[in-house]
């Protein structure tokens, strides 16, 4: 199965401007932000909200969604290339960015198997 060569980076943040980065859990201390691809006939405002269910459990209750009118273009990683979809992108990709505000300032925190890695910051129980 391909992938579509067309994403979107979900840039999360609250009213004073905390911004959401994610640890990649196979890249340790690799941050990025919430992204994924578009599935076939997907606005990228309905892929932001899949994907923050999917990353992040995040509903779309209490987010305002913008989309940015930019597209960026990327180079597809040569050992990716063979994963794109073969709709003639060629070695590109563009990417949309959508703005995800959080109507509060409070965070939850997100743990995927990782609370070995912060023991300051896990759950109580």
Not at 35 to 59: K, M, Y
Not at 73 to 83: A, Q
């Amino acid at each position: 199965m391909y992938k579509n060569p067309e994403s979107v980076l979900v840039v999360v943040h609250t009213p004073d401007l905390q911004v959401l980065l994610l640890e990649r859990a196979r890249h340790v201390d690799y941050w990025q932000s919430v992204t994924g691809s578009l599935e076939s006939g997907e606005s990228p405002e309905e892929t932001a909200l899949r994907e923050l269910r999917e990353e992040t459990g995040l509903s779309p209750n209490g987010l305002a969604l913008r989309a940015w009118k930019t597209c960026n273009r990327f180079e597809i990683l040569p050992r990716l290339y063979s994963r794109a979809s073969r709709g003639g992108a060629g070695p590109w990709g563009t990417s949309r960015t959508v703005l995800a505000r959080l109507e509060s300032s409070r965070w939850a925190m997100l743990f995927v198997d990782e609370p070995r890695r912060y023991p300051d910051a896990a759950p109580p129980g």
